[in-house]
């Protein structure tokens, strides 16, 4: 559910910066990364990081073969584009990694014990589900504040709450 959420709101926050005025996608807003441009790329940046991590999972997720191997970032404003349509690409890539490998994890695969290295080269272990975890509500996190910024900027990007996909039950 959080993975068809994701790339849902990502859909839904690069349609509505699509609707801004020339200059203001990477106007200067006083936010933690600047501008919503910035703002979206460290989106990008941040899930290519984890994702390459998740790529070393002893599960390894067929989903994420793409990433073993790759250039990991070492920063979390590395750029990924600074025009609307580079930065979309990536982005929807992404999104489709996601949710193919929100789609092979199995129950035993959120409770394995995961080390990985912080940019910093920190050595971390911690539960893999746990991990999971923050790695939505990271995305959430920073959305919610693109949102804030399209609205100080005059663009409505509608409603966000995720229970608009959890299920009725009887």
């Known amino acids: ?10 859909r839904k926050l690069y349609d509505a910066a699509g609707r801004l005025a020339p200059g203001e ?33 002893p599960g390894a997720f067929a989903a994420l073969a793409p990433l073993r191997g790759a250039p990991i970032p070492t920063s979390l404003t590395q750029s990924y584009g600074d025009d609307l349509a580079t930065l979309r690409a990536h982005r ?21 014990a995961f080390v990985y290295r912080s940019t910093k080269g920190t050595e971390f272990r911690k539960r893999f589900g746990s991990l999971l975890l923050h790695f939505f509500n990271h995305q959430t996190h920073h959305r919610g ?26």
């Open 145 to 170: 504040q693109a949102s804030t910024l399209l609205t100080q900027a005059g663009v409505d990007l509608g409603v966000t709450d995720l229970v608009l996909l959890v299920p009725d039950v009887n």
């Open 1 to 10: 559910m959080l993975a068809a959420y994701n790339a849902d709101m990502n």
């Open 92 to 112: 929807q890539r992404l999104d489709g990694f996601i949710t193919a490998f929100a789609a092979e994890l199995q129950p035993a695969d959120l409770e394995t």
């Open 25 to 57: 996608l990477g106007a200067e807003r006083k936010a933690f990364f600047g501008s919503l441009l910035g703002t979206m790329n460290h989106l990008v940046a941040g899930d290519t990081i984890w994702l390459s991590r998740f790529a070393l999972h």
